[in-house]
């Protein structure tokens, strides 16, 4: 066993924090307890690149109980919990991430991870595929299947598949119902107000929310910035997303203009450049940026910093760019803010994220003499299970078809 944490010392609040996070995921614990007994995972080595946080910690200790062996780095610079990765260390796991880490110790640490030669990778945001890919080409042949948690990991993995390159199975856990519809909708809705609220302590009321990106996050985000009183307006690209927009009661607008009237803006595009420089030129003195994207190019920060007379941290990761005489403010350097200037998705979102997660694991490695190289979708009883658990977790109890109901559904004659 290995480790490379901030202060190992901090383990004991990590496990109180691990215990907190724990007793929201009621879901989780089942498959755990079901992994417990079962052990599916029994003799199989798992490369993790998640966001290295109390409620990751749930998911390591619910794949150890099924039998795995683990290490596990992080997928972003910013977004370790230390005292979770220091618990983590404390219990046995293989556990490289700090919060603050350099991008020379980042990549260190994937190697580290690679090194343990994981046969299943699991990933948030496909850098440990990649590394595999690109600079361990031998490692490939033993790998079983990886599982990718985030958008921008499986639109990336979908484009390697489609140019031949991908050459191992990948399961889009994102894809899940319960991931993407909680954790985007739900989870970076709360996170990402969490994030600005705790970096910047404003006052969201009454303030113009541009939210760049109208997907399953930018829905969420525009609903709780709405919901505290902000007056909105979304940018986007898809027409039909800005139409859906429009619908729900936002203004909508091409985002140079939007520049010129919001306070607070979101990018959760997914996409570059979502804020060019030449937007952040156009932007009223005090505006506040963040980015609840994957990656840290939704804002061009490169950009911001080479415009900028004068740049000083001002808060904990919230730093003041002085450009053209205006004060523009950004909030965790660009990365997520969600989990840089706060604790990421509340555990019970994370829950559901991470009970896709195992199960997506015991799923390829159940199925691995059938799959070939491809992006998978779990099958949907898998979803309906993980959304069955949530609700037994809630103690909420739903109907069952009847008899006579399946049997009209199975049938076509029944008309007016
Ligand atoms: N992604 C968003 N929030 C997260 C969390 N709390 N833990 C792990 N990954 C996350």
């Known amino acids: 066993m290995a480790y490379e944490v901030k202060d190992i010392k901090l383990a004991p609040q990590g496990l109180k924090n691990i215990g907190w996070a724990e007793a929201q995921m009621g879901a989780l614990l089942e498959v755990k307890e079901r992994f417990e007994k079962e052990r599916p995972l029994s003799g199989y080595r798992i490369g993790m690149a998640l966001h290295v946080t109390k409620e990751t910690a749930v998911l390591v200790r619910t794949l150890v109980a099924g039998g795995a062996e683990v290490a596990i780095t992080s997928c972003n610079p910013l977004s370790t919990q230390d005292d979770a990765a220091a618990a983590l260390a404390s219990e046995g796991v293989n556990v490289f991430a700090y919060k603050g880490e350099s991008t020379e110790d980042y990549y260190r640490f994937l190697d580290q991870v690679i090194d343990f ?19 361990y080409p031998q490692l490939l042949s033993d790998m079983i299947c990886g599982c990718e948690e985030t958008t921008t990991g499986v639109i990336r993995l979908r484009a390697m598949e489609e140019e031949g390159a991908l050459k191992y199975p990948i399961i889009a856990v994102n894809d899940c119902q319960t991931k993407h519809l909680m954790d985007n909708y739900y989870g970076t809705g709360q996170s990402s107000l969490d994030g600005v609220i705790r970096a910047t302590n404003l006052l969201i009321s009454g303030k113009i929310v541009v939210v760049a990106g109208y997907g399953n996050c930018g829905k969420g985000v ?14 986007e690209i898809d027409s039909f997303r800005a139409l859906q927009a429009k619908m729900d009661g936002y203004r909508v607008m091409k985002m140079e203009q939007a520049a010129r009237e919001g306070d607070i803006f979101i990018t959760v595009s997914g996409n570059l450049h979502a804020i060019s420089s030449e937007h952040i030129r156009l932007m009223k003195d005090g505006a506040v940026l963040a980015n609840s994207g994957h990656f840290d190019h939704e804002i061009d920060v490169a950009g911001l910093k080479q415009m900028a007379s004068d740049v000083q941290r001002i808060r904990p990761l919230f730093d003041q760019y002085i450009v053209e005489g205006k004060r523009i403010y950004l909030c965790g350097e660009g990365r997520l803010v969600n989990l840089a200037c706060a604790e990421g998705h509340p555990s019970m979102v994370m829950s559901l994220s991470f009970c896709d997660q195992s199960l997506g694991v015991e799923w390829g490695i159940h199925n691995r003499e059938a799959l070939e190289p491809k992006v998978y979708k779990l099958p ?37």
Do not use: C, F
């Open 117 to 135: 030669k994981p046969q299943i990778t699991i990933d948030d945001g496909m850098d440990l595929v990649t590394r595999v890919h690109t600079k």
């Open 222 to 235: 525009a609903l709780r910035a709405k919901g505290l009183g902000a007056n909105v307006i979304v940018t």
């Open 380 to 416: 949907q009883e898998i979803d309906q299970t993980v959304a069955r658990l949530q609700l037994e977790a809630m103690r909420v109890s739903i109907d069952e078809l009847t008899a006579e109901q399946k049997e009209y559904l199975s049938s076509w004659q029944t008309g007016t």
